[in-house]
């Protein structure tokens, strides 16, 4: 699980002066990786996984690298329109934000979204706003709302099994 808030400073998953996430992790981990473990080339060969600022990322990294990771799976995301804490200025938000970014790919990715209904922090009209966003488009969205659970491990460890089932189907597994 990759730091996506070097120093404590969240960066929205973008590459910002006090630290370049969204490229670190597109390009330095993956080559990591890679240089360590069987992988396989390609987005069919790459999913990401988070929850709450992570599952920001696990969204947002597939939109604006399609060719290195092909599926995301988040859980209780923070919100996917961006941070005005974060990034200040509003349109470099707008544009970095997954929401706008799924409007305007091209990019062909599969993205899993979960929360709970009782989650205030990632609440599902946010992920399902998401999905409107992304009809039309050649994104793939699946959206689950577990009925009880808050913004916590607990409701994030009973994510792990449809969230890690999600990314078995849409990535490619190694031969043999």
């Given at each position: 699980?990759p ?21 670190w ?18 987005p069919?060969g ?30 209780d ?46 609440p ?20 689950m ?32």
């Open positions: 699980m730091v996506v808030d070097p120093g404590g400073v969240n960066t929205d998953c973008t590459d910002q002066r006090e630290g370049r996430v969204a490229i992790i597109a390009r330095d981990v993956t080559e990591l990786l890679s240089h360590k473990f069987r992988t396989l080339p390609g069919k790459w999913g990401l996984m988070g929850f709450s600022t992570g599952g920001f990322c696990a969204v947002r990294l597939p939109l604006a690298y399609p060719d290195v990771f092909g599926t995301g799976a988040a859980l995301p923070d919100p996917l329109s961006g941070d005005p804490t974060v990034l200040t200025d509003a349109k470099s938000r707008e544009q970095t934000s997954p929401t706008y970014m799924v409007r305007h790919t091209k990019a062909s990715v599969d993205l899993f979204l979960a929360t709970s209904a009782e989650d205030q922090d990632s599902p009209r946010r992920l399902r706003e998401f999905q409107r966003a992304a009809a039309g488009t050649n994104v793939t969205t699946r959206v709302v577990l009925p009880t659970g808050g913004h916590n491990y607990n409701t994030w460890t009973r994510l792990y099994p449809p969230a890690f089932s999600f990314l078995s189907r849409h990535t490619t597994a190694p031969g043999r």
